[in-house]
Structure formats: C-alpha cells, structure tokens
Nanobody, 130 residues
Framework: QVQLVESGGGLVQAGGSLRLSCAAS????????MGWFRQAPGKEREFVAA????????YYADSVKGRFTISGDNAKNMVYLEMKGLKSEDTAVYYC???????????????????????WGQGTQVTVSS
C-alpha cells in the first residue's frame, strides 16, 4: 500500500501563487508516475499535471501550461505543484495520485485517465478569490 498526504492548499487572491506538496510513504516502486488532479464542486475530477520518476518527464493539462510546474524529489518521495497566476477557475480540491503499473510508453498516451492511477491522497483545498 501507498499513503499519500497533500499539503499547501489555502485561500489566495487571483494572480497569486501556491505550492502544493505530496508526501508518499509505504510501498516503493522502481518506476512510477505521480500526478495531480483537481475536482471543483459539481464537476468531474480532472487531470492537472504528472511526472515520471525515472525520466523526470512532465505532462500538463492545457489549462495550466505555463502557469503550473510539477517537480519531484525521489529521495524524499515527494512531489510538488508550483502554481502561479492563479485564476478563480483553479478553485478545487487538489489530489495527488500514483501510477505504479503503467509502462512509460502507455503512460505517455493515457496519463490524463483517472483510472490509470492506483493510489490517491485525501486532497487539499485551493480557493482563488477574484
């Protein structure tokens, strides 16, 4: 089992910045991907960003490209999401997730799919006021 704990959420004004952190513990994997998803009230959970542990390759949703940056620290089992230029539409609960089964090739094609990810954190609320 893998436990994921998110932190860093909060209330910020539009145009501001936040840095989310996700701490992973438990079972370890040779190659895996960690991702961030978000879910706004009344909406489906959607992909935000992901990073592969071995290559450091990153993936982003179009809506956050150029504003959000995902990074990881394999030694500390941490993943971060630096969010800048926040907008009211970024308001959501942000979830950290781990995919430990998918090959790098398949992940590059299907990284947006929630079903790809095996483990999920409890989420952290991000609220952007306009």
């Amino acid at each position: 089992q893998v436990q994921l704990v998110e932190s860093g959420g909060g209330l910020v004004q539009a145009g501001g910045s936040l840095r989310l952190s996700c701490a992973a513990s438990g079972r370890t994997f040779a190659d895996y991907a960690m991702g961030w998803f978000r879910q706004a009230p009344g909406k489906e959970r959607e992909f935000v960003a992901a990073i592969r542990s071995s290559s450091g390759g990153t993936y982003y949703a179009d809506s956050v490209k150029g504003r959000f940056t995902i990074s990881g620290d394999n030694a500390k089992n941490m993943v971060y999401l630096e969010m800048k230029g926040l907008k009211s539409e970024d308001t959501a609960v942000y979830y950290c997730a781990v995919d430990a089964r998918t090959s790098a090739y398949d992940f590059s094609r299907f990284y947006r799919a929630k079903g790809l990810y095996d483990y999920w954190g409890q989420g952290t609320q991000v609220t952007v006021s306009s």
